[in-house]
């Protein structure tokens, strides 16, 4: 978000991450002057002037592709006749997303699995090979990242969160106030949450003792 001119502040900086439940939650924020240090690692959709904006610019950062964004168009990309294949789908699954992959050994199950379903003339799913590197996890085992840095969900979620706090030329001051608001806010959806788990009792798939 862009801070206002007259105090000097160009980026007002939020980081987040998960909390206890699994839900979005705010760390903290801080008031930057410019962007300084280069982030190691950037996230974004398939946006092919990022790609080249992050190649020519951000020389020492790593662009990495949504993992969400990408998967989410698999069931319109596949023949119809793997619409309902419960096999495709967790074959699928298991190749891409694990991070335990050597990135010799997901090409070569990709490969297996491109010609057991009969998808290597697909241009989608040919495309999305030659672009590995840029969005499977197997090429980024160098990288310490956890599920937290496979997508831009937590980002997308926490901008569609403060939207609803803040306003388009809010000053320092508002800005401020609606954040603290904001933040509070999340404080206590995670207190209720908590209350939540200890007071009741889960309803139980069995009754076995």
């Known amino acids: 978000m862009g801070g206002p001119e007259n105090v000097g502040c160009d980026i007002i900086d939020i980081r ?10 705010t760390f903290g924020a801080g008031l930057l002057s410019s962007e300084g240090v280069a982030p190691k690692m950037i996230i974004t959709d398939q946006d092919w002037g990022i790609k080249l904006a992050v190649q020519q610019v951000l020389l ?11 998967m989410v168009k698999v069931s319109d990309k596949l023949p119809k006749s793997l619409l309902g294949s419960e ?27 491109m010609e057991e379903y009969g998808l290597e003339d697909v ?12 969005w499977v996890p197997a090429y980024f ?11 831009t969900s937590m980002s997308e979620s926490e901008n569609s969160f403060f939207k609803n706090y803040t306003k388009p030329r809010a000053n320092l001051v508002q800005f401020i106030n609606f954040f603290i608001c904001a933040v ?8 209720r949450l908590n209350y939540l788990d200890y007071s009741t009792i889960p309803d139980l798939s069995t009754q076995l003792p």
């Open 87 to 113: 096999d495709f789908k967790k074959e699928f699954n298991a190749c891409v997303w694990s991070d335990l992959l050597e990135p010799d050994e997901f090409d070569i199950i990709w490969n297996d699995i």
């Open 60 to 70: 020492q950062t790593r662009h990495r592709w949504c993992m969400w964004h990408i």
């Open 123 to 134: 241009h989608w799913f040919g495309s999305m090979f030659e672009d590995r590197e840029l």
């Open 184 to 191: 509070g806010d999340q404080r206590n959806a995670n207190s």
């Open 16 to 25: 987040n991450g998960k909390d206890n439940h699994y839900r979005t939650v």
């Open 141 to 151: 085992r160098d990288f310490p990242m956890g599920s937290l840095l496979r997508t």
